[in-house]
């Protein structure tokens, strides 16, 4: 090991040991368990600490407690694949606040990448494959999420309150000083009646978060939704994806069948086709798409619960015939006939293809310009990102590179050669396309 990376080393650990001399009996990393924690007066394990929590976790949980946001960290509530979950408290005003910590195994990145990959907001990212700069980000693209439903006033959230790196500090969601809130698994519900209206307070909710915040959460589930007071709060978006990103409607697809597969233990739902067409169609589609006798005015939470009490349940319906739930789930859904690949052209000739505009009306897949830059409306506290000497992508906000890109502000021979490799690109690729006289007869043939 070099001078230099010795040195750093011994500083790092310098760090982490004045850091646990002053925030030992501050931090815990054993399982939190509410009752106990009253009365446990069981000194921190300072060993667990540490091999628990590295270096740079606590150099950034540090600063929670520098800036006065928490005064104790009192144990783990969940120790997920991706992340773990503490208890955090702040003991002048008795707010308590959930930690999430990002893990740093390489092996989840395969599966996180997609995620990642062709949404707009992260075109930037580079180091996918460091594990330190990529959790960061990943910690940052659950940061924004939230705080673009939370700041939304339209789907309940914990708040989010700071983000440091790899650590994301928000409310702690509980009714009580005894224990969390319970996840939508754990509620025991009145009756069906309740079900029935969680059910469609859920599907409301997928319609408000694609509508008018642009999100599809990606992993929705009985798990990553929480019953607080009554009503159901939305969390764990570190996976949620705008509408331009290539998968988005998968992902929807994949959100539909995961809170169908859960309800429909309980109560008779919706078909998902039915379901899709719900989120993703224009308010001026449903209107179009409703009986004579449900008058719709504009688009409001009861609208939309009114409508979907005008929806054929599963099998209510003989037009759904052809739609079952699987045959939607598998259907190969392109956005429209430009996004279709070549060699595609004669699955759709065969009728196996389904362009969206079949499925729904005036959908919008364009993400909001200003809520994809959803960073700039970060106050800078929030998100104080490590500065360490890293890419564009990995700056703190503040020192991020703020030349405007694109291509109106790069210099003359930067665009020289970049107008040069797409003309070598068109080339190859008019190589290998469909002539256009073929493509037309195909589509007419199929429109017969
Ligand atoms: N704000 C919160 N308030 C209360 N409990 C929370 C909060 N955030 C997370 N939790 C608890 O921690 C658990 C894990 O949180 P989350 O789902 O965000 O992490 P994760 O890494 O995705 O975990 P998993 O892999 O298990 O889904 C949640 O299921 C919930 O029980
Ligand atoms: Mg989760």
Not at 137 to 142: H, N, Q, R, S, V
Request: proline share 2%; charged share 35%; hydrophobic share 30%.
């Amino acid at each position: 090991m070099s001078d230099k990376e010795s040195d750093r080393e011994q500083e790092t650990q310098n760090t982490k040991a004045n850091i646990l001399d002053k925030y030992a009996n501050r931090i815990k990393t054993d399982e939190f368990v509410f009752k106990k924690s009253k009365t446990s007066k069981d000194k921190s394990d300072r060993a667990t600490v540490e091999n628990v929590l590295d270096p740079r976790t606590i150099k950034f949980l540090e600063k929670l407690y520098r800036n006065g946001t928490i005064t104790k960290l009192n144990g783990c509530i969940s120790t997920g694949k991706e992340a773990n979950v503490y208890h955090a408290v702040n003991e002048t005003n008795g707010k308590q606040y959930a930690i999430k910590i990002y893990k740093t195994s390489v092996l989840i990145f395969k599966d996180r990448e997609r995620y990642v990959d062709g949404e707009f907001r992260f075109r930037n990212t580079k180091n996918q494959h460091n594990p330190r700069k990529m959790i960061k980000i990943w910690a940052e693209k659950e940061f924004r999420n939230l705080k673009r439903l939370h700041s939304s006033g339209l789907i309940p959230t914990p708040e989010p309150v700071a983000l440091k790196s790899h650590v994301l500090c928000m409310e702690f969601l509980t009714e009580n000083e005894e224990s969390p809130s319970p996840k939508l698994k754990d509620y025991q519900f009145k009756d069906t009646e309740e079900v029935g209206r969680f059910y469609q307070q859920m599907l409301v909710y997928m319609r408000i978060m694609f509508q008018k915040c642009h999100l599809i959460h990606a992993d929705l589930s009985e798990y990553n939704s929480i019953v607080h007071k009554g009503q159901l709060y939305i969390f764990d978006v570190s996976q949620s994806v705008e509408p331009d990103h290539p998968m988005s409607l998968d992902f929807l697809r994949m959100d539909i069948k995961n809170v169908n597969d859960y309800f429909q233990r309980k109560i008779q739902v919706y078909p998902e086709r039915l379901v899709f067409q719900f989120i993703v169609n224009g308010w001026d589609a449903i209107k179009e798409k409703t009986d004579k006798n449900t008058v719709l005015e504009e688009e409001n939470e009861q609208t939309l619960f009114q409508y979907l009490e005008s929806l054929p349940l599963k099998g209510e319906d003989d037009s759904d015939a052809g739609f079952e739930d699987d045959i939607f789930r598998s259907m190969h859904l392109v956005r429209s006939l430009n996004n279709l690949e070549d060699r595609d052209f004669q699955e759709f000739a065969d009728g196996k293809i389904t362009t969206l505009n079949e499925l729904v009306q005036d959908i919008n897949l364009e993400s909001d310009s200003d809520l994809s830059s959803d960073s700039e409306s970060e106050s800078d506290s929030d998100l104080d990102a490590e500065s360490d000497s890293a890419s564009d992508s990995e700056k703190s906000w503040e020192e991020r590179d703020t030349s405007l890109k694109g291509k109106r502000f790069e210099d003359k021979d930067e665009k020289k050669a970049r107008k040069q490799q797409a003309k070598e690109l068109k080339q190859d690729k008019r190589k290998t396309k469909m002539k256009k006289h073929l493509k037309k007869k195909l589509i007419r043939k199929t429109k017969k």
